[in-house]
């Protein structure tokens, strides 16, 4: 009989995660209310009566809480006290860190700067974006493509998905040129120009395609290629 209570017990506590779960996928974590979090960061051993009296404390109270005082007001075990602790020691960690400091671009040469060390000795050609706001500071980086560069396999759409993606006002573009020549090829201007149309129809410009060597680099929007 008792084996009989414990499967149903077992049962019962694994939906009730299930539906939290579910509920968190559907709203995602900014938007999920706290028994659904908690429900979650505790496991199967959450049950409604636990997670009532935990909610009921306040989560100002709950985050001043150690894994003992938890377990003292609910029937939980060490380890499932212990994972609420470190999330909120988790939260505490991101809320007090320094924001890491955005690169702002406004020349040509803050761009070589920034990605010439990155790029210089690469033995392939990468093709690499930088997503900007509107104020012209680095939200994001992504390599696009690596290889040999032509426009079949840059695609627009790729690359105008992560900026709308990201919020990005605008993007700047960027290659290398292994050979340590930065001169652009007739394949780069004509990718170059596929882009500004394309960034002109989304609404999101091409600031520059910057072509990065040896030591050296280029500009198409400085060379008025575009």
């Known amino acids: 009989m008792k084996q009989i209570e414990l499967c149903q017990y077992d049962f019962i506590a694994t939906e009730f995660v299930q539906k ?6 559907f709203y995602g974590t900014k938007e999920a209310n706290l028994n659904d979090l908690l429900t979650i960061i505790i496991g199967n051993e959450a049950d409604a009566a636990n997670i009532q009296k935990l909610n009921g404390i306040g989560i ?5 809480m150690s894994a003992q005082d938890i377990m003292e007001l609910v029937s939980i075990s060490e380890m499932a006290a212990q994972r609420i602790v470190a999330s909120f ?8 860190s320094p924001r ?10 803050d761009v070589a700067e920034l990605m010439m060390p990155e790029m210089r000795y690469l033995t392939q050609e990468h093709f690499i974006c930088l997503f900007l706001n509107t104020k012209n500071r680095v939200i994001g980086k992504q390599t696009i493509f690596i290889g040999s560069l032509d426009s079949s396999v840059v695609h627009p759409r790729e690359i105008f998905k ?13 290659h290398n040129h292994p050979s340590g020549d930065p001169t652009p090829s007739k ?13 002109e129809v989304v609404g999101i410009s ?17 060379q008025r290629y575009f």
């Not at 394949?187 to 960034?199: C, K, P």
């Open 162 to 174: 992560e900026a709308i993606k990201r919020s990005a006002a605008s993007i700047i573009c960027l």
């Open 60 to 64: 100002q109270q709950l985050a001043s």
């Open 187 to 199: 394949e780069d201007i004509s990718i170059t120009e596929i882009l500004r149309q394309a960034g």
């Open 100 to 109: 890491e400091k955005r690169i702002s671009i406004r020349l040509p040469r």
């Open 206 to 222: 091409l600031l520059d395609h910057v072509i990065i060597g040896d030591g050296k680099y280029i500009s198409l929007k400085e």
């Open 89 to 96: 020691g988790l939260a505490h960690k991101y809320v007090t």
């Open 20 to 25: 939290a779960k579910e509920s968190i996928t």
